[in-house]
């Protein structure tokens, strides 16, 4: 990472951005990509890069397939085949015909042009690609298609899979049609998610969604949620183990 003589100011601040980055969220293999390696642009804010790092080390190397909403100058794909290595396929999606450039058989990298917010977009990627081990939202970052991705793709993740959605500041955003505790934004929606995870405890105030069933849990980050896809097979109980103590006599 060089600054070149007779750099502008511009560059100089994004040079300066760059080492704050590299020295404020860790420099795992990701982060060294992103900053080091010769792509495509990949347009991330800095911190997501530690999170990507914790869920997504345990599918490295693995046969996974992996897909991204959201290709822009395909760099990101770029990184993710690096990461994950040559037996993850990459999936890209994206509204814009463009994209499609971006695909490359030979490197197990996929990019389907559709919209998020299109039902049968999403029935039609569904027959085409049966397994999804992780989805990462980084699309049109606008609740609605958010919602309708999480609606249509959490029950087609594989049990023991991931879901994730980038970019959830959107929810409070004017311009996002978002605003804070607006009962329509992806953040109230998750917030929901919340209740379902525990809707065992309700006492049938709330019977048990799918989402109950199929969640291992919820994680919330600056801009980032993630969903654990995991198949809850009975009812929480609890009980008591060991030898009691004097305190519980009565
Ligand atoms: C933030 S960029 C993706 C950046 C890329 N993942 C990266 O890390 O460099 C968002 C992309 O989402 C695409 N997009 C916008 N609305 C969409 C929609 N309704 N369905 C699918 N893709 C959409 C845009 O065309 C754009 O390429």
Same mark, same amino acid.
């Given at each position: ?75 990101s794909i770029q990184m993710w085949r690096n990461y994950f290595g040559g037996n993850a396929k990459i999936v890209g999606i994206d509204i814009n ?5 971006f695909e490359d058989a030979t490197q197990n990298i996929f990019v389907e042009i559709g919209s998020q917010d299109d039902p049968n977009f999403w ?48 929810? $409070?955003?004017?311009?996002?049609? +978002? &605003?804070?505790?607006?009962? =329509? ?5 998750? %917030?929901?998610? !919340? ?14 969604? $799918?989402?109950?069933?199929?969640? +291992? &849990?919820?994680?919330?980050? =600056? ?5 654990? %896809?995991?198949? !809850? ?18």
């Open positions: 990472m060089n600054l070149a003589a007779g750099s502008s100011d511009f560059e100089k601040q994004q040079y300066e951005a760059l080492k704050a980055a590299y020295r404020l969220f860790g420099h795992g293999d990701l982060m060294k990509f992103w900053l080091f390696e010769n792509h495509r642009c990949i347009y991330k804010w800095a911190h997501y890069f530690p999170i990507y790092e914790k869920w997504f080390e345990a599918y490295r190397g693995k046969e996974i397939v992996f897909v991204e909403v959201g290709v822009q100058n395909g760099g015909p463009a994209c499609k450039q029935a039609a990627f569904k027959e085409k690609y049966p397994r999804v081990d992780i989805l990462l939202d980084d699309g049109g970052h606008f609740s609605n298609q958010q919602i309708l991705t999480f609606r249509e793709m959490f029950p087609h993740i594989k049990d023991g899979g991931l879901y994730a959605c980038e970019d959830c500041h959107t929810s $409070y955003q004017a311009r996002f049609n +978002g &605003g804070l505790k607006k009962s =329509d934004t992806f953040i109230e929606f998750t %917030k929901n998610l !919340i209740d379902e995870l525990n809707a065992f405890h309700t006492n049938g105030t709330l019977p048990p969604t $799918y989402n109950t069933l199929n969640m +291992g &849990g919820i994680y919330f980050y =600056d801009s980032i949620v993630v969903v654990e %896809k995991k198949k !809850i097979p009975f009812k929480p109980f609890d009980l008591p183990v060991g030898d009691f103590a004097e305190v519980n006599a009565e």
